[in-house]
């Protein structure tokens, strides 16, 4: 099984400014890694998959990177609507699926 | 836009059952492989099974195995997870996701989750 490990588990961040987040694999599972977004109380939305590509209406300060092992989530100019829990999900090796524990993000 | 719609979830003892149902519309549901990821309280995302798009084939997390079971009727557009032998550790909001296929660089079908429902939860408490 794939272990997935999300970096840093909270990052505190000014509205305005760039946030990035860190997931990396075990193995390699090459560009097949989607990220989602979690707000309080709502189910998990996708914003990446292919580690790049951006889902449907997600908008273009939403931008991932990498391949192999290392992954990057990065927001360009963070909204309110911003401020939330972030999972990457490998999809390469399944069965299973398996997601990292969670980056929140936090209002500094 | 497509709709993922969990019930069933509610309060059950430590040994009891429950059977959750997934209404799905606004797709071909016939045509996706469906899932239930899981979420305890405070806690992250655990994968817990998954259907083929006709029911032939399924896969259990080793947490589940032998306690669940997932069935699908396509005819009615509906996912059911049957839970039996349940845990405290089973307490948890349950989403149903539908999966979406894509043809990587390498030309190898991938499937990633495109939609999730809300969730039910499910408590397992005396």
């Known amino acids: 099984e794939i272990v997935m490990t999300q970096s840093p588990a909270t990052l505190s961040v000014s509205p305005g400014e760039r946030a990035t987040l860190s997931c990396r694999a075990s193995?390699?599972?090459?560009?097949?890694l989607a990220w989602y977004q979690q707000k309080p109380g709502q189910a998990p939305r996708l914003l990446i998959y292919g580690a790049s590509t951006r889902a449907t209406g997600i908008p273009a300060r939403f931008s991932g990177s990498g391949s192999g092992t290392e992954f990057t989530l990065t927001i360009s100019s963070l909204q309110s609507e911003d401020f939330a829990v972030y999972y990457c999900?490998?999809?390469?090796?399944?069965?299973?699926?398996?997601f990292g524990q969670g980056t929140k993000l936090e209002i500094k | 836009e497509v709709q993922l719609v969990e019930s069933g979830g509610g309060l059950v003892q430590p040994g009891g059952s429950l059977r959750l149902s997934c209404s799905a519309s606004?797709?071909?549901?016939?045509?996706?492989?469906m899932h239930w990821v899981r979420q305890a309280p405070g806690k992250g995302l655990e994968y817990v099974s998954a259907i083929s798009s006709d029911g032939g084939s399924t896969y259990y997390a080793d947490s589940v195995k032998g306690r669940f079971t997932i069935s699908r009727d396509n005819s009615k557009n509906t996912l059911y997870l049957q839970m039996s032998s349940l845990r405290a550790g089973d307490t948890a909001v349950y989403y149903c996701v539908k999966d979406q296929k894509y043809v990587d660089t390498a030309m190898v079908t991938r499937y990633y989750f495109d939609y999730w429902g809300q969730g039910t939860l499910v408590t397992v408490s005396s």
């Open positions: 999900q490998q999809y390469n090796n399944w069965p299973p699926y398996t």
């Open positions: 193995q390699s599972v090459n560009s097949n």
């Open positions: 606004r797709f071909t549901f016939s045509s996706y492989a």
